[in-house]
């Protein structure tokens, strides 16, 4: 490979519009490893939703712009898929509750399934790479940023879970990725808007975040996305996805497969790094491919122009692009390529798997366990947009009628403690420590399924088998219904 070649398969942008042709142009001159497909770029049909068919063409038409650049492997296709808040693929696609799910259901094998079947959708439409699971463990109302995208506040229950996950996802023939290395769910501050510090000591941090990292390696897991987190135990002032201690120590566990680092877009990097910097300063620091850089063009000139004077070695630069490529040869080894068979499932498939996790997460944090909560008519408030209509909808499913009767408030994403006679936490759990109703319920999601799942132990029509996965205020981690 060229060095122009070698600093293209490095490279993951994002293209803004539905311009597929342009896209297809850049990649083949550039020779970029491929593209991560944002919800901007997504085709819609007359109804709104996802128009899987015309996705699915202009996914094969960005993989035709690679081979056309004479690659004898596959591009990377890749979404930001994690289900919950997290989801750039919408209807018809099957609608996923959030990854704390997992945690509160505590089924490893239910989890592993998940992932098979939220991959498996994707993989039906060319996708190859997905950004999930999400393996940060987090520490409750002083994370802003994961939250409920946590599966666990449990540093062994995350792991396990993010593996099951992961291995589901490769079941399906999407590579996973574990992240956000050192950790995202025990700092205070949101990447997308400044840089977080990690003021953990190394100990500290073996000992909480870095074990779904070293389960994820255990476990041969492909890919690891190191964040925007400064940590001063290993390089003070400087993001990980752009230190090499930070690398040092992500290879100090054991992993030899391919790092990505986060959005180099995001506002943690690029008001301290513009311009190209930020692309050349990640791959000599160790990463091996740079996703959405604010303009790919400039990030190619600049890894060419520092490999050309020297200010990156020339094996660095090898290195990473032979981690990338070898990679995706393993891929199209290992996996029949979209439209064949086995590869992928219709959209959609999942909603019966969806249900089942919401229905094995939802928690009683407080209250009766066998009685119906509600006789058979309530009163509703709060929520977003659409989760009341969601609710009742759902209400009328199991029989129950809205109007009067006891007064459940829903609470969405950060949302402030509520009153009422039950208080249903839609999202992370944590605005249940304050809420006055007697009785609180956890949720972990606003899918059609979930509030089924809420609807049915509302009634009395089901139980609620779900645990906090976290601790709430007074209300320990493993609280629920016996």
């Known amino acids: 490979m060229s060095p122009e070649q070698k600093a293209g398969q490095v490279l993951l942008p994002a293209f803004i519009g539905r311009d597929v042709e342009a896209q297809a142009a850049l990649i083949q001159r550039l020779h970029l490893s491929g593209s991560i497909v944002m919800t901007d770029n997504m085709p819609h049909d007359a109804q709104g939703r996802v128009d899987v068919a015309g996705l699915g063409a202009e996914n094969h038409r960005r993989q035709q712009a690679v081979a056309s650049d004479g690659r004898r492997w596959p591009g990377i296709v890749a979404v930001d898929q994690e289900g919950g808040a997290v989801s750039r693929v919408g209807a018809p696609l099957t609608e996923w509750p959030e990854p704390?799910?997992?945690?509160?259901?505590?089924?490893?094998?239910?989890?592993?399934?998940?992932?098979?079947?939220?991959?498996?959708?994707?993989?039906?439409?060319?996708?190859?790479?997905?950004?999930?699971?999400?393996?940060?463990?987090?520490?409750?109302?002083?994370?802003?940023?994961?939250?409920?995208?946590?599966?666990?506040?449990?540093?062994?229950?995350?792991?396990?879970?993010?593996?099951?996950?992961?291995?589901?996802?490769?079941?399906?023939?999407?590579?996973?990725?574990?992240?956000?290395?050192?950790?995202?769910?025990?700092?205070?501050?949101?990447?997308?808007?400044?840089?977080?510090?990690?003021?953990?000591?190394?100990?500290?941090?073996?000992?909480?975040?870095?074990?779904?990292?070293?389960?994820?390696?255990?476990?041969?897991?492909?890919?690891?996305?190191?964040?925007?987190?400064?940590?001063?135990?290993?390089?003070?002032?400087?993001?990980?996805?752009?230190?090499?201690?930070?690398?040092?120590?992500?290879?100090?566990?054991?992993?030899?497969?391919?790092?990505?680092?986060?959005?180099?877009?995001?506002?943690?990097?690029?008001?301290?790094?513009?311009?190209?910097?930020?692309?050349?300063?990640?791959?000599?620091?160790?990463?091996?491919?740079?996703?959405?850089?604010?303009?790919?063009?400039?990030?190619?000139?600049?890894?060419?122009?520092?490999?050309?004077?020297?200010?990156?070695?020339?094996?660095?630069?090898?290195?990473?692009?032979?981690?990338?490529?070898?990679?995706?040869?393993?891929?199209?080894?290992?996996?029949?390529?979209?439209?064949?068979?086995?590869?992928?499932?219709?959209?959609?498939?999942?909603?019966?798997?969806?249900?089942?996790?919401?229905?094995?997460?939802?928690?009683?944090?407080?209250?009766?366990c066998r009685a119906p909560l509600v006789a058979s008519s309530m009163r509703v408030v709060g929520g977003g947009t659409g989760d009341r209509e969601r609710f009742e909808a759902a209400a009328a499913r199991a029989g129950l009628t809205v109007g009067a009767g006891p007064l459940v408030s829903l609470i969405g994403a950060g949302g402030k403690p509520a009153g009422g006679d039950i208080a249903v936490a839609l999202d992370a759990p944590w605005p249940l420590q304050g809420s006055s109703a007697p009785v609180k319920v956890a949720l972990y999601g606003r899918t059609d399924a979930a509030f089924d799942a809420l609807a049915a132990v509302l009634a009395g029509k089901a139980p609620a088998p779900g645990k906090l996965p976290a601790a709430v205020g007074p209300f320990p981690a493993g609280t629920g219904c016996p």
């Open 100 to 368: 704390m799910s997992y945690g509160a259901a505590g089924n490893p094998d239910l989890t592993r399934k998940a992932g098979k079947g939220l991959a498996g959708e994707l993989a039906a439409l060319g996708f190859n790479l997905d950004f999930a699971p999400d393996t940060d463990v987090t520490v409750g109302p002083r994370d802003p940023t994961i939250g409920a995208r946590s599966m666990s506040a449990d540093p062994a229950a995350a792991a396990t879970h993010g593996v099951a996950f992961s291995q589901g996802m490769l079941d399906a023939g999407v590579f996973p990725t574990v992240k956000h290395f050192p950790g995202h769910g025990s700092v205070t501050a949101d990447s997308h808007l400044s840089m977080p510090v990690q003021p953990a000591s190394i100990d500290e941090l073996r000992a909480r975040d870095w074990k779904p990292f070293q389960a994820a390696v255990a476990a041969g897991l492909p890919i690891v996305m190191t964040g925007h987190i400064a940590v001063p135990a290993l390089e003070p002032g400087v993001p990980s996805s752009l230190s090499a201690p930070s690398y040092a120590a992500l290879r100090g566990l054991g992993f030899k497969g391919v790092a990505v680092t986060d959005a180099l877009n995001m506002g943690a990097v690029d008001k301290q790094y513009p311009a190209g910097a930020a692309a050349v300063k990640a791959l000599a620091a160790g990463a091996d491919l740079l996703l959405m850089p604010s303009d790919v063009a400039q990030a190619h000139a600049s890894i060419v122009q520092a490999l050309a004077s020297g200010t990156l070695p020339a094996a660095r630069l090898n290195e990473a692009a032979q981690r990338v490529a070898t990679m995706m040869i393993w891929h199209a080894r290992t996996t029949p390529p979209p439209g064949t068979a086995g590869a992928g499932v219709p959209a959609g498939s999942g909603a019966a798997l969806s249900a089942q996790v919401s229905a094995a997460a939802v928690t009683v944090v407080s209250g009766p």
